[in-house]
């Protein structure tokens, strides 16, 4: 399959390396498309491993990655264009984050979230928003944290949700370990779970952990 991955930070390198990793062709989008970090990871990637501009990205992928900021991720996607994500599945896994003033600040918050914002902004696009809620390590290893701790998804087509549980698959989680939350009003509560993993990873001092579930029978 063909995905864009946009954004070249950590999260953005790792999850394209792992979908080149599993056989799939990868452009990874940025704003420009001699991005030097991006131009690094594709030489590293190998020949399923390309560059472009957002645009560029997503208008030859079948699946689109936001893997940018929260606080820019309509900035980029708009970049992207919404003729590019029209009818394609979107898997946004950003988090409105920013430290101001030596705090943590989340916006918006409670009542919207970045997932609503994207599909309000490109309603042809089939958004779920997934994988916000650990480390991008152990996005792609679920491995790195033992137990059956658990991830959590939510949009409004089953059928992209249905795609992204079988990629997540791909990535090593079990079909039984994917929390389906409903429509994307339930990427509020997903997005406000980070300010509880901020502190645990100030208490750990490292980022291999999740949430695991236990509930009667």
């Not at 590019?84 to 919207?112: H, T």
Request: include cysteine; proline fraction near 4%.
């Amino acid at each position: 399959m063909r995905y864009a991955v946009l954004g070249t930070g950590e999260v953005g390198r790792t999850l394209g390396g792992k979908l080149v990793e599993l056989g799939h062709e990868v452009t990874l989008g940025s704003r420009t498309a001699d991005n030097p970090v991006a131009l690094e990871w594709a030489r590293d990637a190998g020949e399923r491993a390309g560059v472009g501009t957002f645009a560029a990205a997503a208008s030859g992928a079948e699946v689109v990655v936001n893997a940018v900021g929260g606080r820019v991720a309509l900035t980029a996607l708009r970049d992207a264009g919404a003729e590019n994500l029209a009818g394609k599945v979107l898997i946004d896994v950003c988090n409105p984050l920013a430290f101001e003033d030596g705090r943590l600040r989340l916006s918006p918050v409670e009542s919207d979230s970045v997932g609503e914002q994207i599909q309000r902004a490109f309603p042809d696009a089939r958004v779920v928003k997934a994988l916000n809620t650990v480390n991008c390590r152990v996005m792609v290893a679920p491995h790195l944290v033992p137990g059956d701790h658990a991830l959590f998804l939510c949009g409004q087509d089953p059928d992209a949700k249905e795609l992204v549980t079988a990629l997540l698959g791909e990535f090593g989680w079990p079909r039984g370990r994917v929390i389906d939350l409903g429509d994307i009003e339930g990427a509020r509560a997903m997005e406000m779970l980070m300010p509880l993993w901020i502190r645990l990873f100030q208490g750990f001092g490292h980022a291999e952990f999740n949430y695991e579930l236990r509930r009667a029978r």
